[in-house]
């Protein structure tokens, strides 16, 4: 109730804060305070004294963030950020004994982790590394200053996204607030060739009504499927001896669905009160429409129609995946995929239910990849054949997602072993094969590495 309390009171906050606190009525002083002020509040009133955490964190990496030296600071920032959630997420649940429904401080914690550690890397790509050493997104997002504290607080405290999220690029935010975000995604455009004698001025209204109304259909759903179907049903004794294997995978499929609303309903709420201040600009289509997806952590028709393990990924927690992309994959010396599981296991929580979780999407991932890179051109030929393989791989998708996640909701060790037990394990034996028969194609860290650096090592390859 707090929680809906809360973003729905910062859904009206955010409309007044666009409208009487925009750039043209306010400075950027009074819109970054109001905003922290705003977002302390939410988190008093959802938490109370469990709050005290997210400052203690935030003011620790604030100390960093200006005391470390800037080669390491990325570094320390990860260490005490991760340190700390990992500690909380240790003392909620052997400590305080919080039940697994309960919304606690861990979930602010986490998205605060987010930003400390993204803000952290891209200070140290705008300060520690040369430019030819970044990728073009680095390039653009890294941060050339030192922020200053209520610029920090801001960012890591606004009303907006304290209590749900998402994680948004530091440049991003600073460009909000002081009015920029809209006018840059606008001069990406050539308005004159489209009949404009001025830059046109988006509305996020339509966006936000669009948002809001999926989010009232993903409360019905939640609150009509997810109590009809819940996912510990697939581990019942009864229904175990007499559903036949097919069966169970179909029910299996059923109550992940059913799962899922509750995700839709937060983050797409989230999405809105962010758009609601004006903020989530993303520019315009191909069609010429105003696209307001910059902060969406999902894209639902993707979701459900992915074809691959890697476009469900992709589109599911857009934003966690950007995170984690920024911060671990793309900095990853080796395994990049591997440790990137790894950290979004750790960083979700202590559960044994995250871990089998994330390492069994190592393993589908990987067998994914060999699959598509070995068999996908053979289905190229003709559209019968590409729309054989696109349901079927549909349909493989849809059930080792299912296979995948089921862990992640009953998150104990031993409900997850009778449920891998119950599915013969058959998931984790396909894609052990998979990798033994296809050849795989290293990811070696050259493809990884910015162009600039790539060629300049291309070009000393061939002198040699």
């Known amino acids: 109730i707090n929680f809906v309390a809360c973003q729905l009171f910062a859904l009206l906050a955010a409309f007044w804060f666009r409208i009487y606190l925009g750039p043209?009525?306010?400075?950027?002083?009074?819109?970054?305070?109001?905003?922290?002020?705003?977002?302390?509040?939410?988190?008093?009133f959802c938490f109370g004294w469990y709050s005290i955490h997210l400052f203690v964190l935030v003011m620790m990496n604030y100390g960093i963030m200006n005391m470390a030296s800037i080669p390491n600071i990325h570094r320390y920032s990860f260490v005490v950020a991760m340190g700390y959630l990992t500690l909380c997420h240790i003392s909620r649940i052997y400590i305080f004994h919080y039940g697994i429904l309960t919304t606690d401080f861990s979930g602010p914690l986490m998205i605060i982790t987010q930003k400390i550690t993204t803000l952290a890397c891209q200070l140290h790509d705008g300060i520690g590394r040369q430019a030819e050493e970044?990728?073009?997104?680095?390039?653009?997002?890294?941060?050339?200053t030192r922020p200053s504290l209520l610029e920090y607080l801001s960012y890591l405290l606004n009303f907006m996204s304290i209590i749900a999220g998402p994680c948004s690029n530091y440049k991003d935010y600073i460009?909000?607030?002081?009015?920029?975000?809209?006018?840059?995604k606008l001069l990406e455009v050539n308005w004159k060739q489209k009949g404009y004698?001025?830059?046109?001025?988006?509305?996020?209204?339509?966006?936000?009504?669009?948002?809001?109304?999926?989010?009232?259909?993903?409360?019905?759903?939640?609150?009509?499927?997810?109590?009809?179907f819940p996912m510990a049903y697939i581990i019942d004794n009864e229904f175990l001896d007499k559903t036949p294997f097919l069966s169970r995978l179909g029910y299996l499929y059923v109550v992940t669905q059913a799962a899922k609303p509750k995700y839709y309903f937060a983050w797409t709420l989230a999405d809105a009160v962010n758009n609601a201040a004006g903020y989530g600009f993303s520019g315009v289509d191909e069609k010429g429409i105003f696209r307001w997806d910059l902060l969406s952590n999902l894209n639902i028709w993707n979701i459900e129609t992915a074809t691959s393990f890697k476009m469900y990924i992709e589109n599911w927690n857009i934003q966690t995946a950007a995170w984690l992309k920024r911060v671990c994959y793309d900095r990853a010396p080796w395994y990049p995929t591997a440790l990137t599981?790894?950290?979004?296991?750790?960083?979700?929580?202590?559960?044994?239910?995250y871990y089998f979780t994330f390492l069994t999407g190592i393993l589908i991932t990987l067998a994914a990849r060999a699959v598509r890179n070995n068999c996908r051109h053979y289905f190229l030929s003709s559209v019968p054949l590409k729309i054989a393989?696109?349901?079927?791989?549909?349909?493989?998708?849809?059930?080792?997602?299912?296979?995948?996640?089921?862990?992640?909701?009953?998150l104990a060790v031993e409900p997850t072993i009778k449920f891998y037990k119950s599915m013969y394990f058959h998931m984790h034996i396909l894609s052990i094969?998979?990798?033994?028969?296809?050849?795989?194609?290293?990811?070696?860290?050259?493809?990884?590495k910015p162009p600039n650096q790539a060629m300049k090592n291309s070009i000393k390859s061939k002198d040699k």
């Not at 094969?433 to 990884?448: A, D, F, G, N």
Request: aromatic letters at 12%.
């Open 24 to 44: 043209s009525h306010a400075s950027s002083a009074v819109r970054h305070a109001f905003a922290t002020l705003f977002g302390i509040y939410f988190a008093v």
């Open 134 to 144: 970044l990728t073009a997104e680095q390039n653009r997002l890294a941060v050339k």
């Open 175 to 184: 460009a909000f607030i002081e009015g920029r975000h809209v006018h840059m």
């Open 197 to 228: 004698d001025r830059l046109p001025d988006p509305s996020p209204t339509g966006a936000v009504m669009y948002k809001l109304c999926i989010t009232i259909v993903s409360l019905i759903l939640f609150l009509t499927l997810t109590k009809n």
């Open 341 to 353: 599981f790894i950290l979004s296991a750790l960083w979700h929580g202590i559960y044994p239910g």
């Open 389 to 410: 393989y696109d349901v079927a791989t549909w349909v493989v998708t849809q059930l080792a997602v299912c296979y995948t996640v089921a862990p992640f909701v009953m």
């Open 433 to 448: 094969l998979v990798l033994l028969v296809l050849p795989i194609r290293p990811q070696t860290h050259s493809m990884r």
